[in-house]
C-alpha cells in the first residue's frame, strides 16, 4: 500500500474531492451521504479520469493499430495491473473484468456448473448472503439437481461455526460466502471458513462487494480460490466489476460468454478460447470504466486501506454508540469492533420507509428495505430495515446530524 | 418533506379503523410490494344491493401504505361495486392530500390495486389498475 503521505491529510479535507457532497438535496438542505454500502461516491480524479478518456482517447481495444486503439488498448490493461497489485493477485491474467459482482459470481455459477459441479453436490453458502451470491446457485442447484445448505447466523449476527463444522462433514464441493455482510457489517472470519472448506478439497469463492473496498483485503493470504467485487462501491464507475481468480483454476473453466475477443479462432462450425484473462471477456467492455477504476485504486491507495479501515472502525464505533441511545431503536449485527461500517437499525413502531423519508427531508441518504438480504431479514423476523454505511468521506459531524434527525422521527411518530 | 406525514397520515397509521379481517367476507385479495416486503390483505362484505357494507385490510407496511389503505376503505363504504372499480390513482392522493415521487407512489397506490384485483376478481394485481377506471 503506498501510504506515501500529505502530512496535511485529513479525512476531512477530502471531502472537498467529492464534488456531489457540496450539493445540496433540498433547499438549503445539504446531502448527508450514509448509502456507501450501496454504491460510492466519485471523487474528482475517477470523473476526471473518464472525461480525459473520452476527449482524446476513446477507441475500441485489443485490435486497432491506430494510436488511439494502442492508447485505449494499454490504459485499460494498466487498470488490470492496478487491480491486480491493489488485491495482492500473482498476475494480472487473473484479473478478469464483468459488470459487477453479481456477474462475477454468475459467471462462476455458469461455469463450474458446466464443467465441475454434478447431480447431488453440496454447496454451502450462509445466511446472510445477497441475493447475488444466493440466487445464482439456486438457478443452478435447479437446473443440476444439487444441495445447498447454509452456515447459521447468531442472535448476535455472527457465523455460526459450529454449524460449518457440521457441514463440512457432508464433503461440500463449494463453499461461498460474503467476507463483510451488506446488513450487518459482519466482518466473517474468511481466512478461516476458506482453511476448512480446502481441508475438504472445496472450491471456496469470497464476495468481496462490501469488504474489498473498506479493508485491505489480500487474496493470496485469504486463500480463496475466486473473490468478486464491485468497482461501483469502491469510488470507481457504475457497470464495472471484478472476478478474480487463481490461473489453474480459470484455466481449466469454460468461457462464459461467446463473441469477439474471447475466441483465438473461428470457424463456422467452431472456435477456440482465447487465453486468460480475455477468455471470460466477451465483446467491448466497459473501458472508460475500467480507466475510472484505475483512478479509484489509485486514490484508495495513496490514503491506504489500512487508514481507510480505521477511519470507519472510529465512525462506526460513534455510531453504534449513539444509536444506541435512541429510544426503541435496535442495531442488527455485532458489536462495533466485529463490523465494518455498516449499521442497520429498526425503528419500534415505525417502518423503513418512513424512517427513511423523514431523513430525507433532513438531507440525509439512507437505505430502506430488504437490502437484496431478505433470507437474512426473515431470519431476525423483520419485514425490512434501516441502514446507515459510512465511507472515507463520512465524518462525526455526519453521524450526529442522523442522530439528531432519528429523534426527530421519534418525535412524529412518537 | 414532512408534508408527508401530515397529522391525518400519522393518525391514521396509529390508529386505524379499518385493520382486521373479515370471515366470512365476500372479496378478499391480497398481495406485496416486492420493493419494500409490504404485504396487505383487503376482505370486503357486500350487502343485497351490491354496496360495500365492512371493509377491513391486514398486514404490514410503511406509514404511507397503511394510511391509504385505511383512508381508501374509509371512502368506500357505502358505495356499489360499479363504484369502486371506476377507483384511480388521482382518488387515492386526494384522499392522502399529498405529492408523492415514483417510489413512495408504489406505497401509496398498494391498497389500490389491492382493492380492484379483489372487486374485478383478477388472479393477480397489475400496475396498470391503478392508472384506468
Redesign the interface.
Known sequence: MSTDLNPTFSFESIRDEFPILKREV?AGIQLTYLDSAATSQKPIHVIEAMDHYYRNTNANIHRGVHALAEEATFSYEQAREKVAKFIGANKSKEVIFTRNTTESINLLAYTLGRSYLKQGDLIILTEMEHHSNLVPWQMLAHELNLRLEFIKVTDDGLLDLDSYDHLLKQNPKLVSFTQMSNVLGTINPAQEIIKKAKEYGAVTIVDGAQSVPHIPVNVRQLGADFVAFSAHKMLGPLGIGVLWGREELLEKLPPFLGGGDMIKKVYLRSFTSNDLPHKFEAGTPAIAEAIGFGAAIDYLSSIGMDRIAMHEQNLIKYAIDELQKIDGLHILGPDASLRGGVASFVLDG?????VA??L??DGIAVR???HCA?PL?DRYHI??STRASFYLYNTINDIDVLVKSLKRVAK??G | MDDLYRDVIVEHYKNPGYKGILDPHDISFEDENPLCGDHLRIDLRVDENNKVKEAAFSGHGCAISQASADLLLESIIGKSIDEVKKYTKNDVLELLGIELGPVRLKCALLSLKILKAGVYGLGEASDDLVEEE
Open positions: 433540498h415505525i417502518h423503513p420507509h418512513d423519508q423523514i430525507d427531508g430502506a428495505g430488504h431478505m431479514h419485514p425490512a412524529i411518530f
